[in-house]
Nanobody, 125 residues
Framework: VQLQASGGGVVPAGDSLSLSCAVS????????LAWFRQAPGQERQFVAR?????????YYADSVKGRFTIYRDNDKNTVDLQMSSLKPEDTAVYYC??????????????????WGRGTQVTVSS
């Protein structure tokens, strides 16, 4: 499985931005998928995760709950992250990750996941 994230950019605080992660070598409906982010000088941080289609469980970090939405597009074979009401503290490199584990936990994504190259999101104040 290979992943490629896109859609990052520079936006003012309060704006919205949508990230997309193209997945090749596997069907997104048979993968657990997640987004993480890493700000300069900080550790990588969980953002949102989505179980395989048959479980379809969804979890969000408290810091993004109500503002971000993770979803899979089976037709495009992507996992997307819709971000709204962006804040300067959302500035980071965003990474998508996939695993074959049905309802992978954050630590399982970190240990067993396949990671894509990140995309930079910068939110100006």
């Amino acid at each position: 499985v290979q992943l490629q994230a896109s859609g990052g950019g520079v936006v003012p605080a309060g704006d919205s931005l949508s990230l997309s992660c193209a997945v090749s070598g596997g069907a997104v409906n048979n993968l657990a998928l997640a987004w993480f982010r890493q700000a300069p000088g900080q550790e990588r941080q969980f953002v949102a995760r989505l179980g395989k289609s048959r479980t379809n469980t969804v979890y969000y970090a408290d810091s993004v709950k109500g503002r971000f939405t993770i979803y899979r597009d089976n037709d495009k074979n992507t996992v997307d992250l819709q971000m709204s009401s962006l804040k300067p503290e959302d500035t980071a490199v965003y990474y998508c990750v996939a695993t074959s584990l049905a309802d992978a936990t954050v630590s399982q994504f970190e240990r067993f996941g396949t990671w894509g190259r990140g995309t930079q999101v910068t939110v100006s104040s």
